[in-house]
């Protein structure tokens, strides 16, 4: 399917019924970017502002900080934004169905997080496997948010 793909038959896409295939495929596609779509900065940024966001308890404010991790996503490049924003607005859309497909929110961020970003810097893997939880943490958030961050971002 990855051939046809390439080949620039996407009718291809529109037949193929197994959803694994199809998550595969998306998983590839950004795997195989040359640049993460969110670079590592940006990553840790958001890890940052989103331990900050779930310590608030007051509504108004929460949303406030919103605008703040909005701020962080403005400054990813254009086209990665776009790119982004369509996953997430996809994958929100995937996790209303969760009741049908077991794929909530957690899951979706667990799936596709770890292909979102990465570092070129292995010297310091002792905090890898806590920032991969971050940053499904920081994607799943991503997802739920994403209407609202889209807002910002126009």
Not at 29 to 37: N, T
Not at 57 to 72: A, H, N
Not at 88 to 95: C, F
Request: glycine share 4%.
């Amino acid at each position: 399917l990855r051939f046809e793909v390439d080949q620039g038959r996407l009718i291809k896409l529109d037949l193929e019924k197994n959803v694994h295939i199809l998550t595969g495929l998306i998983k590839l596609f950004v795997r195989e970017l040359s640049s993460p779509l969110i670079p590592w900065a940006t990553i840790e940024k958001l890890v940052d502002a989103y331990d900050k966001i779930s310590t608030i308890t007051d509504q108004k404010q929460k949303e406030k900080s919103i605008q703040t991790v909005g701020q962080i996503i403005s400054t990813i490049e254009q086209a990665n934004r776009d790119t982004l924003f369509f996953l997430l607005e996809h994958l929100y859309a995937v996790s209303e169905f969760s009741d049908v497909n077991q794929m909530n929110i957690e899951n979706l961020a667990m799936m596709l997080g770890p292909t979102l970003s990465w570092t070129e810097d292995l010297t310091n893997m002792t905090n890898m496997t806590s920032m991969m939880i971050k940053q499904n943490n920081v994607v799943g958030c991503l997802i739920r948010d994403c209407k609202q961050l889209k807002i910002f971002n126009k």
